[in-house]
């Protein structure tokens, strides 16, 4: 005789089974089922109306500041090279760079403040989550895991090549502000992922308060390490091996030798000449330069005769030489235009005429009588204006 077969228990057995799929997937529905209660909301925003009964907790927003970082000075394709004649540039970039730092680092307080009103708030809505239907819930899931989450790091890349060493420390600076600034505001992201985390539970159990402070708890300790770091990060990344130690070491005198000569814009001289701390002969004399020696040009004169400014060889130090003692060459249209510092007259030979190159260094440029005192023949040219023939 044939048994029957016991569909009630068959039945049972494959409830059981739909209920352990049920278990082993609930936390991949909550990762990729796009669905209004896969997972919490985001933050700052409200729970829709029709599952409101799970009672999300709203978690707290993450300020999102743009922050305006001007063009940088630097070209990493060209690497150091580029960084020629821009000592200026490259001081007004840090400055600018210190001043956003220091205004992120003024919203580190009032961030954390805002922190830890977020943990409170938490807590208290936990408090007041009602017990609810169990039906509501599915049981216990998996553990919650957050991709997102990120410690801080504090590496300094020392791989680069000597051609790119100021580059890619001016380059690390400019990051390293923004990365800066969003730590600060970012000081109260461990409580949103914290508030997350619960909202993302309460899809699969009960509410338990008690593990729900737990991990604001946990996530609490993340947020101080945070907040702890970011005093750190600014001394050490940007006041000491940012902005700080980049002015004391960027050398730009080296940095002509080593550079290519097309890279440059120079200056050649035709004759021996003064170099002047000002764009005009009535400025005291800083250095003298000899024919055929060349120099590198960092800026030119706002007016007319042209005087251009030059690095002097071996030295930070700058002056200015007349446009007619040499010729320039490179790209000169890119110069900028440097202002005059301020003249101080000094008392003078009554031949030494106005804005004119030395009255012992023969030029065409010269007055009738610097023409004549430096050796010079006073001529006509065939179109009509007089010049000196040296």
Known sequence: MKRKLDFPNHR???????????????????????????????????????????????????????????????????????????????????????????????????????????????????????????????PVCGGYSNADSSSPSNKFDTNFSQSHHYTNWLKRIGEDVGKYCKMIDELVKPLWQACDEINFYQDCQLPDPEQYHLIIKWEMNAAQINYDYTENFYTTNLQIDGWGKFRTEFNESS???????????????????????????????????????????????????????????????????ADSTGLAAGNLEGLKFVKAPP?????????????????NLCSKDLGQRACTAAGGTWTQSPLGPYYCDC
């Open 12 to 138: 049972n057995l494959f409830i059981g089974l739909l209920l352990i799929l049920l278990l082993a997937s609930c936390e991949q529905l909550g990762q990729y089922i796009d669905l209004p209660y896969a997972k919490g909301p985001e933050p700052g925003k409200e729970i829709p109306g029709e599952i409101s009964s799970l009672q999300y907790l709203s978690c707290p927003s993450i300020p999102n500041t743009n922050r305006h970082i001007s063009i940088t000075p630097y070209n990493e394709d060209v690497g150091d090279c580029a960084l020629v004649g821009k000592s200026e540039e490259i001081e007004a970039w840090l400055t600018e760079l210190e001043g956003i730092a220091e205004t992120c680092r003024a919203n580190r307080e009032p961030n954390w403040a805002d922190t830890l009103t977020a943990r409170d708030n938490l807590d208290t809505k936990i408090d007041g989550l009602s017990s609810l239907d169990a039906s509501l819930y599915l």
């Open 255 to 321: 940095l002509i030798i080593d550079c290519p000569r097309e890279q440059q814009t120079t200056f050649t001289f035709s004759m021996n000449a003064f170099c002047r701390f000002g764009p005009s002969s009535k400025y005291e004399k800083v250095a003298t330069f000899l024919e055929l020696q060349s120099v590198q040009i960092n800026g030119r004169s706002q007016s007319e005769p042209r005087w251009w400014l030059v690095l002097i060889p071996g030295t930070n130090e700058q002056c200015w030489v």
């Open 343 to 359: 003249l101080v007259i000094s008392p003078v030979n009554d031949d030494q005429e106005k804005d004119q190159p030395e009255a």
